[in-house]
């Protein structure tokens, strides 16, 4: 019976970080390039292997049992989301695969990298679809609260102004046609496994990006991938399977204290 306790509060715990996911999908639902979450969760394998024998100690096995359920892994869903137009000139959308760089202003050092510490971020730049960008104090064009956006060959973009016109590919121009930069937009062979989120929402990588020829749409933006029907949903059910463990828990809780005082009584 005490088995009961592991499954229930491995599931509460198990949905708990499921809603954790689900909710920070939803509160990032009007961030602009942002990727949504999946969550998977598993059983715990081989907890406890099954044996039977006798009083020879002649044992045979009988087959793995596992009690628990815990989480598995986080999936970023990488498909487009919905572009908008804002209209707003320093606002840009990629049509297609690709990121843009965001120069974050890490130095690079020597020491080998630990996980979550990729040669992108080594050098100071993170990956990003979100393309409502500013310009900071000296003209640059930057992602507000994270850094200056690159071009192709990895270099700051120096505006000035937002008085500028583009050919559809990240080329900005002077309104008298002088060029002033390229934005790149740098490509993975395998999103999956060469990027990994942070707590921004933009991804470091295993090695740099390779510059692609993906459409820029200017004034437009990206909207995050959130599908709210179907977050709702997983909200609803993660929820009241939640609240079933919970109760469940205290029913078993209350079964055993009632057995250990009635076992002291008879003792």
Known sequence: MVKGFYNLTSAMLTHGRHLDVISNNMSNAATAGFKSDRFTGSTFENVMWQLVGNKTKNYQDIGEQSWISAPSQLYTDFTQGSLDNTVL?????????GYFAI????????????FGDWPSVRRGIVYTRA?????DNEGYLTLPNQGRVLSQTFEPIRLVTDQFTTDGYGGLFTTTGGFIGRIGVFTFEDDEAMLEKDDYGTFAAQEEGQPSTTPILNGWLERANIDWVKEMTEMISTQRTYQSAAEALKIYDSVLTRVTQEVGRMS
């Open 89 to 97: 000139p320093l606002d840009f959308a990629i049509n297609g695969p």
């Open 103 to 114: 120069q974050t202003g890490t130095e690079e050092t020597e020491e080998e990298p630990q």
């Open 131 to 135: 393309g409502s960008f500013s310009l």
